[in-house]
């Protein structure tokens, strides 16, 4: 995740199955909340499939899913 001032966060990689996938697009983000911990979500591609990054900025821990493309 990449914080520049005055700029929004953006994720540029993450790993998943000790492999480092390259963000090359951020399709849509979106915010919602679990109680009240508030989660941003990023729709991201590598090039190659569709992922769900979650950010839960309390722990500062992320979850990532995998969205198979067809």
Do not use: C
Not at 19 to 24: A, D, G, Y
């Amino acid at each position: 995740m990449v914080f520049e001032p005055g700029k929004k966060a953006r994720p540029v990689w993450f790993e998943l199955n000790r492999q480092q996938h390259k963000v090359t697009e951020t399709t849509y983000h979106w915010k919602d909340s679990i109680g009240s911990t508030q989660l941003l979500h990023y729709a991201v591609s590598d090039g190659e499939a569709l992922y769900e990054l979650i950010f839960n900025p309390i722990d500062q821990s992320w979850t990532i899913q995998n969205h198979p493309t067809e």
